[in-house]
């Protein structure tokens, strides 16, 4: 492929770029790398992301739920998916954040 001239890409361009960069090495049956957690943190502060965001984000990946696939169907186009799915991520410790959530179950819901 010849190379294409030189042009700043936003932040939006990259994501795109790197997620199918990715996407392609993956369906190309080349062997697929693994990094332990500091080799991201520095290849993220190479393209311009702090350490504290890709923490968070490898640990949203690591409680990430595989879901099945979309269905498929005509009830499926006509009701929706069978299933929603959300998630949250708040900042603090494990245990703070535990303890916040007993205090409010056992106040609000009087459990």
């Not at 997620?19 to 520095?42: C, D, H, I, K, M």
């Not at 954040?97 to 609000?108: F, K, P, S």
Request: zero cysteines; hydrophobic letters at 40%.
């Amino acid at each position: 492929m010849p190379d294409l001239p030189s042009s700043p890409i936003d932040r939006a361009a990259l994501e795109r770029v790197l997620a199918r960069a990715a996407e392609l090495q993956t369906t190309s049956g080349e062997p697929v790398e693994q990094f332990t957690e500091e080799q991201l943190v520095e290849l993220g502060r190479e393209v311009g992301l702090s350490p504290q965001h890709l923490r968070q984000a490898m640990a949203e990946e690591r409680t990430r739920s595989v879901l099945p696939e979309d269905e498929t169907g005509i009830a499926a186009k006509l009701l929706g998916p069978g299933r929603a799915r959300a998630s949250r991520t708040v900042p603090g410790t494990a245990r703070d954040t535990l303890a916040t959530i007993d205090l409010w179950m056992q106040r609000q819901v009087l459990l």
